[in-house]
């Protein structure tokens, strides 16, 4: 299928849709048009991105193709629509729904994969509440190079097709230029549509959704009652927690911070969603919090897992009429597939801080040796990505706590675990033999983060029309295990006066 408006000089743009959630239950959804917007200009374009989703760059970044990005022209067969649901944001129950999005459709990719792509900033919906519908230049562009930076880090993450300029203002504290993002997301299917469904739809359309969930990311998973007589809703609620606590490990690892885990910014597709007030922590501090709306620290770096339950809980409440017609039964099981999360959070954290060490084999005071550097870290006020970078090289100067006698101490039982399994020895057998330790350490410990210093000031040069910081910035983070010569700038922190960096909702 091509798009409708394309010239006979200009190549297709490789659209194909299918529309599988406009056959899900009219209480889920609104078909809905983009608003119209006066001047689209393109910002940036995601063509390895494109090209994976089976799309023409040079088509996509052609006057057509920019109307198309800013939602004024649709693709033929795609068949616009905002989501409803709901979420409990900062614990209190609402009713939500895609306020200033709309997907356009599901591309289907030459690989035969299906993903939504949705417009971000798209104007008004039925959803909207209070809002207008729009999003600025700055919040699109930080969602843009954060989500690029995960997918970069092998997080799983929506990701961002192109970011356009609408050639509108947006009011905010004061005006700002106005912006539609594209998003690409296994789904847009978050804990936020079941409890939408659980409250305001019929047990059939719960039902319904569940079955759409099953198929679209866990292969429909058998039939009703599988061999084991499980039932397919316990499985999907398994798959859930599996896919969150392996997620949220990840975010753990690598220090990022998400800022505003509401249960509607909690996908059911395992992938990261919804980049408002996130960044990457600098200094190691489990009460690390950016947002300036979150005073409690309820969304805390150390939180996290704790939140993560917390929002999962609430799924298997949303699912509890599937998972049993007995009440009680229903709860023993949700609650079984809830105690499966701690303990699988805590493994796949313990086998990635393992990896971030270069340990090889398991040892039972494993987790007293991370947790000792962890200490030391955060008493010393250590930067969480650049210690790890120091140990991986082997450059210990400018570690903070390097000197101390607790820090020679750790060291001293660090190199003596990790000498203790080697794994294959050398992966080289020459003079530049690198140990496997050092190898795998380099495999698991980025070199470069999206810090917060760098993406301001690409965001700031964006502003003024300049997107060359931010595409340099960008390539930097493209392969952060790279350890290039690119990247050294990109490793520093922050000057103490930059600091505390505040983020914002980016609404
Ligand atoms: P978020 O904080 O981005 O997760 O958004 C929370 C809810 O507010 C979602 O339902 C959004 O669609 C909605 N929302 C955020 N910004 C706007 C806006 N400018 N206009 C309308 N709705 C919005
Ligand atoms: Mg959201």
């Known amino acids: 299928m091509t798009d409708s408006h394309t010239s006979p000089a200009a190549p297709a743009a490789g659209w194909k849709f299918d529309n599988s959630y406009t056959r899900l239950p009219e209480t889920l959804f609104t078909r809905i048009m983009p608003t119209r917007v006066r001047d689209p200009k393109l910002v940036v374009l995601n063509q390895p991105l494109a090209a994976a989703l089976g799309l023409n760059a040079e088509a996509l970044a052609s006057l057509e193709g920019v109307e198309t990005l800013a939602g004024n022209n649709i693709p033929a067969g795609a068949e616009p629509l905002a989501q409803a649901y709901a979420g409990h944001q900062f614990g209190y129950f609402n009713r939500l729904g895609d306020g200033r999005a709309v997907l356009l459709g599901e591309q289907l990719t030459p690989e035969g994969e299906r993903f939504d792509i949705q417009y971000k900033g798209s104007g008004r919906t039925p959803y909207s509440r209070g809002g207008d519908g729009r999003a600025g230049l700055g919040p699109m562009l930080r969602e843009y190079i954060i989500s690029e930076a995960m997918h970069g880090l092998g997080i799983p993450t929506t990701r961002s097709l192109a970011v356009v300029l609408t050639g509108e203002e947006i009011v905010r504290e004061s005006l700002e230029t106005g912006a539609i993002m594209t998003r690409v997301a296994a789904s847009h299917l978050r804990v936020g549509t079941f409890q939408f469904a659980a409250q305001w739809g019929t047990g059939d359309e719960l039902r319904e959704l569940a079955d759409y969930a099953l198929e679209r990311h866990y292969d429909g998973i058998g039939d009703a009652n599988d061999k084991d007589g499980e039932n397919k809703y316990l499985r999907l609620l398994n798959e859930v927690v599996a896919r969150q606590a392996r997620l949220i490990a990840q975010w753990q690892l690598v220090g990022f911070v998400h800022g505003v885990m509401n249960t509607d910014n909690m996908t059911i597709s395992g992938e990261t969603i919804d980049y408002g007030p996130c960044a990457f922590m600098d200094t190691f501090d489990p009460a690390t919090v950016f947002s300036s709306i979150d005073a409690q620290g309820r969304y805390a770096y150390g939180n996290q897992p704790y939140i993560g339950a917390w929002n999962l809980a609430r799924l298997a409440e949303a699912l509890l009429p599937l998972l049993h017609e007995d009440e009680e039964q229903a709860l023993a099981l949700a609650q079984q597939a809830l105690a499966g999360f701690t303990e699988q959070y805590h493994g796949h954290w313990l086998a990635g801080m393992r990896a971030k060490l270069g340990l090889f084999g398991e040892e039972a005071e494993d987790e007293a040796l991370m947790s000792e550097l962890l200490g030391q870290m955060k008493e010393h006020a250590a930067d ?41 020895g050398s992966e080289d057998s020459g003079q530049d033999a690198v140990p496997a330790s050092q190898q795998l350490m380099r495999r698991s410990n980025q070199n470069v983060i999206p810090r917060n210093h760098r993406v301001e000031e690409a965001l700031s040069a964006a502003q003024q029309g300049d997107f060359g910081v931010m595409e340099r910035l960008l390539a930097a983070l493209a392969d952060p295990y790279a350890y290039s010569a690119e990247q050294e700038a990109y490793t520093q922190p922050a000057k103490a006066g930059e600091r505390p960096y505040r983020t914002f909702c980016g609404t």
């Open 384 to 424: 969480y990505t650049n210690t790890f970078r120091a140990l991986t090289l082997g450059q210990l100067e400018g570690v903070s706590m390097n000197g101390t006698a607790e820090f020679a101490e750790w060291l001293g039982k660090w190199r003596v675990r990790q000498a203790r399994h080697q794994e294959g």
